[in-house]
């Protein structure tokens, strides 16, 4: 899902021969993967849990402020005809203290799946992202960095819900003339009630390389047989449409978001931005999300963010990023998905500098 300039993960790998019949032979690969990322956060107000209200300031550690800290497992096995079977088991954890984080809080809880693929598309069953989550780190223009992005808005709604999608089964079609697709169904896995944590998802896009264009849904109820921490059964419909543009070095992003949550808010987010790769070690990022609670419109916040990142190497990557966010009414939209998912009332600014190293 990450690169070193869109945090796709790049690794390396090791190719066998798997003898099938004294004359049939498929050739396998596994790779191990990961991606580390640490720094320094500072902001200038932090959420009081207790009283909703301002506990001052902080300076501290931070794990994952672009990206996830991550390692994984991932191989391809080529049945022959154009068919090839794959998997992924991949673990989130945190770079400050060893322990699970990034991830549903299990030992693979970022993604685990087994699938097959061919020329007619691709079949992926376990856990695994939504349709819906893709389509949303497609259109951010800060790559759903850790933060000033639209990653913590997110996560302030639903938490894990529709990123870390257990037992699921999902379809992902081939490109054809630019237009692809994906549709996900997850069970509760509860008898008797089948509609107990169920959960579905689908999204389409039409890409040409110039402009593309994205619609997502998504719909879950709450309940189910997983438990995971944080929560990944939270209730809600999510909708997104979106659209970007690229020419040259500089891409802009623009889309809307509805996130309307049981029992909570039904938040129209509106966002749009610009990347710009300036030189081939050098990139800029920057953003404006505006969040409006459709139930009660005095609960609403703003959030504008600038990222730039330092290529070392292909693997080695140092970065900046600023934002500042504004909240009204009930609304509290923090900066970063570690360390400040949250912020009280008013004006709340942020900093963050880091290293991120992928392998």
């Given at each position: 899902?990450?690169?070193?300039?869109?945090?796709?993960?790049?690794?390396?790998?090791?190719?066998?021969?798997?003898?099938?019949?004294?004359?049939?032979?498929?050739?396998?690969?596994?790779?191990?993967?990961?991606?580390?990322?640490?720094?320094?956060?500072y902001t200038s107000k932090?959420?009081?849990?207790?009283?909703?209200?301002?506990?001052?300031?902080?300076?501290?550690?931070?794990?994952?402020?672009?990206?996830?800290?991550?390692?994984?497992?991932?191989?391809?096995?080529?049945?022959?005809?154009?068919?090839?079977?794959?998997?992924?088991?991949?673990?989130?954890?945190?770079?400050?203290?060893?322990?699970?984080?990034?991830?549903?809080?299990?030992?693979?809880?970022?993604?685990?799946?087994?699938?097959?693929?061919?020329?007619?598309?691709?079949?992926?069953?376990?856990?695994?992202?939504?349709?819906?989550?893709?389509?949303?780190?497609?259109?951010?223009?800060?790559?759903?960095?850790?933060?000033?992005?639209?990653?913590?808005?997110?996560?302030?709604?639903?938490?894990?819900?529709?990123?870390?999608?257990?037992?699921?089964?999902?379809?992902?079609?081939?490109?054809?003339?630019?237009?692809?697709?994906?549709?996900?169904?997850?069970?509760?896995?509860?008898?008797?009630?089948?509609?107990?944590?169920?959960?579905?998802?689908?999204?389409?896009?039409?890409?040409?390389?110039?402009?593309?264009?994205?619609?997502?849904?998504?719909?879950?109820?709450?309940?189910?047989?997983?438990?995971?921490?944080?929560?990944?059964?939270?209730?809600?419909?999510?909708?997104?449409?979106?659209?970007?543009?690229?020419?040259?070095?500089?891409?802009?992003?623009a889309s809307f978001i509805?996130?309307?949550?049981?029992?909570?808010?039904?938040?129209?987010?509106?966002?749009?931005?610009?990347?710009?790769?300036?030189?081939?070690?050098?990139?800029?990022?920057?953003?404006?999300?505006?969040?409006?609670?459709?139930?009660?419109?005095?609960?609403?916040?703003?959030?504008?963010?600038?990222?730039?990142?330092?290529?070392l190497s292909h693997r080695?990557?140092?970065?900046?990023?600023?934002?500042?966010?504004?909240?009204?009414?009930?609304?509290?939209?923090?900066?970063?998905?570690?360390?400040?998912?949250?912020?009280?009332?008013?004006?709340?600014?942020?900093?963050?500098?880091?290293?991120?190293?992928?392998?």
């Amino acid at each position: 899902m990450f690169s070193q300039r869109k945090f796709r993960i790049a690794g390396i790998a090791g190719a066998a021969g798997l003898l099938l019949s004294g004359t049939a032979h498929a050739q396998s690969s596994v790779t191990l993967y990961g991606l580390v990322d640490g720094g320094l956060l500072y902001t200038s107000k932090t959420l009081d849990p207790a009283t909703g209200g301002n506990a001052g300031k902080q300076f501290s550690f931070l794990d994952g402020g672009s990206a996830p800290t991550l390692f994984g497992l991932t191989g391809t096995e080529d049945l022959g005809g154009g068919l090839k079977a794959e998997f992924k088991l991949e673990s989130g954890f945190s770079v400050a203290n060893g322990a699970f984080s990034n991830s549903n809080g299990n030992l693979f809880g970022r993604q685990a799946y087994v699938g097959l693929a061919n020329q007619y598309g691709g079949l992926k069953l376990g856990m695994q992202f939504s349709p819906f989550f893709l389509s949303l780190y497609d259109l951010d223009p800060r790559g759903m960095s850790q933060f000033g992005s639209g990653l913590p808005i997110y996560l302030d709604h639903v938490l894990g819900t529709g990123v870390f999608n257990a037992n699921a089964v999902s379809y992902s079609s081939p490109v054809v003339a630019g237009f692809s697709g994906g549709a996900m169904f997850a069970f509760g896995g509860v008898a008797g009630n089948f509609q107990s944590g169920r959960q579905y998802s689908m999204n389409l896009k039409y890409d040409n390389g110039t402009v593309m264009v994205e619609g997502a849904f998504y719909n879950g109820n709450s309940g189910g047989t997983v438990n995971t921490a944080p929560p990944t059964n939270v209730a809600f419909i999510g909708r997104m449409l979106g659209a970007s543009y690229k020419i040259g070095g500089l891409t802009a992003k623009a889309s809307f978001i509805n996130y309307k949550v049981a029992g909570g808010f039904n938040s129209n987010v509106y966002n749009a931005g610009l990347d710009f790769l300036a030189l081939p070690t050098l990139d800029f990022n920057g953003g404006v999300w505006y969040v409006s609670d459709r139930n009660d419109t005095t609960n609403h916040s703003v959030m504008g963010a600038l990222g730039a990142q330092y290529f070392l190497s292909h693997r080695t990557t140092l970065f900046g990023q600023a934002a500042v966010v504004n909240n009204h009414g009930a609304m509290n939209t923090g900066l970063s998905v570690n360390n400040a998912l949250f912020s009280p009332a008013g004006t709340t600014t942020g900093v963050n500098v880091g290293v991120r190293h992928v392998f």
